[in-house]
T-cell receptor, first 117, second 110 residues
Framework: GAVVSQHPSWVICKSGTSVKIECRSLDFQATTMFWYRQFPKQSLMLMATSNEGSKATYEQGVEKDKFLINHASLTLSTLTVTSAHPEDSSFYICSARGGRGVDTEAFFGQGTRLTVV | GDSVTQMEGPVTLSEEAFLTINCTYT??????LFWYVQYPGEGLQLLLK?????DKGSNKGFEATYRKETTSFHLEKGSVQVSDSAVYFC?????????FGQGTELSVKP
């Protein structure tokens, strides 16, 4: 399958700082990227959907000013956690889809473990 | 809204045992159904999928049948291996977005 690379795989930051997570599609053009958050022993919760060149669509309850998503190119999307707090500590996962059909397969990055201290 | 419920883990089996991981869903429409697998230290990978009722998805010895009457998509394998140890996620597709179950950790002992 296609490769999606997420970086960094883990990060520790201090409260009040911002952290940027990158998601790259290495061998295909990602027209749509998804960002998920996963709490321990819980399912992946969709945070937002971004289409290249347009603003991200956030799920209900997700603060768009706190979780900034940029999808400026067909191979890169970034998630920036602004003014991070310990409750933002979580596992963040991106996925990317190349086609526009709703059933086109999405490929997943390996995830980023964020710890805010 | 649509949702997916999986049996809780962890599930511990001996090698060559039979595996069933239950998955049920609620949906207003007719979603596609998926099983994803996450091996330690890796990203989620699509294991199998089914797009309509009575379809059977299969891959690597795993199977799951889309049962509309019971709103289920249980994952089965006749003989598990140590290398099958991973976390398995059931999911449905709603307008292109994936909704996941909570995941079931499988540990296979030699």
């Amino acid at each position: 399958g296609a490769v999606v690379s997420q970086h960094p795989s883990w990060v520790i930051c201090k409260s009040g700082t911002s952290v940027k997570i990158e998601c790259r599609s290495l061998d295909f053009q990602a027209t749509t990227m998804f960002w998920y958050r996963q709490f321990p022993k819980q399912s992946l919760m969709l945070m937002a959907t971004s289409n290249e060149g347009s603003k991200a669509t956030y799920e209900q309850g997700v603060e768009k000013d706190k979780f900034l998503i940029n999808h400026a190119s067909l191979t890169l999307s970034t998630l920036t956690v602004t003014s991070a707090h310990p409750e933002d500590s979580s596992f963040y996962i991106c996925s990317a889809r190349g086609g526009r059909g709703v059933d086109t397969e999405a490929f997943f990055g390996q995830g980023t473990r964020l710890t805010v201290v | 809204g649509d949702s997916v419920t999986q049996m809780e883990g962890p599930v511990t089996l001996s090698e060559e045992a039979f595996l069933t991981i239950n998955c049920t869903y609620t949906a207003t429409g007719y979603p596609s159904l998926f099983w994803y697998v996450q091996y330690p230290g890796e990203g989620l990978q699509l294991l199998l999928k089914a797009t309509k009722a009575d379809d059977k998805g299969s891959n690597k010895g795993f199977e799951a049948t889309y049962r509309k009457e019971t709103t289920s998509f249980h994952l089965e394998k006749g003989s598990v291996q140590v290398s099958d140890s991973a976390v398995y996620f059931c999911a449905l597709s709603e307008e292109g977005k994936l909704i996941f179950g909570q995941g079931t950790e499988l540990s296979v002992k030699p």
